[in-house]
């Protein structure tokens, strides 16, 4: 949860209509050069630190290798979820994707995403 918002909507009607930028421009912004790329790269520089900053102080391995992998889990997630046609599939995306992104040595609670 990054400011009281769940980064990945909970399963149920209305699941994928809340907007997470990465996910909805992701396929956009690779056509275009400059300012749109660089603030798209500080969005996702922003999202692995705010991740990254669950992360526990005792967290072992590197960082911010861990916010990357665990971003793009939830980005990817999303992109699924959104396109299949079939409600029940979009469901178990979404909470496939919330273990993955969850599954790391435990370091951030399902409620955070």
Same mark, same amino acid.
């Given at each position: 949860?990054?400011?009281?918002?769940?980064?990945?909507?909970? #399963?149920?009607?209305?699941?994928?209509?809340?907007?997470?930028?990465? %996910?909805?421009?992701?396929?956009? !912004?690779?056509? @275009? =050069?400059?300012? $749109?790329?660089?603030?798209?790269?500080?969005? !996702? *520089? #922003?999202?692995?630190?705010? /991740?990254? #900053?669950?992360?526990?102080?005792? @967290?072992?391995? =590197? *960082?911010?290798?861990?916010? +990357?992998? /665990?971003? %793009?889990?939830? $980005?990817?997630?999303? $992109? +699924?979820? *959104?396109? !299949?046609? =079939?409600?029940? +599939?979009?469901? *178990? /995306?979404?909470?496939?994707?919330?273990?993955?992104?969850?599954? #790391? =040595?435990?370091? $951030?609670?399902?409620?955070?995403?």
């Amino acid at each position: 949860m990054l400011n009281g918002t769940p980064l990945l909507p909970q #399963s149920g009607p209305g699941r994928t209509r809340r907007r997470l930028a990465l %996910a909805t421009l992701g396929g956009e !912004v690779p056509r @275009h =050069d400059g300012p $749109v790329r660089e603030t798209f790269t500080a969005a !996702v *520089r #922003s999202m692995a630190a705010r /991740i990254g #900053s669950m992360l526990p102080v005792q @967290h072992s391995g =590197d *960082r911010e290798a861990e916010a +990357l992998g /665990i971003t %793009a889990t939830l $980005v990817g997630t999303l $992109v +699924l979820a *959104r396109a !299949v046609a =079939d409600p029940a +599939l979009s469901d *178990r /995306i979404l909470e496939a994707g919330r273990a993955r992104a969850t599954a #790391s =040595d435990g370091e $951030v609670k399902p409620q955070q995403i």
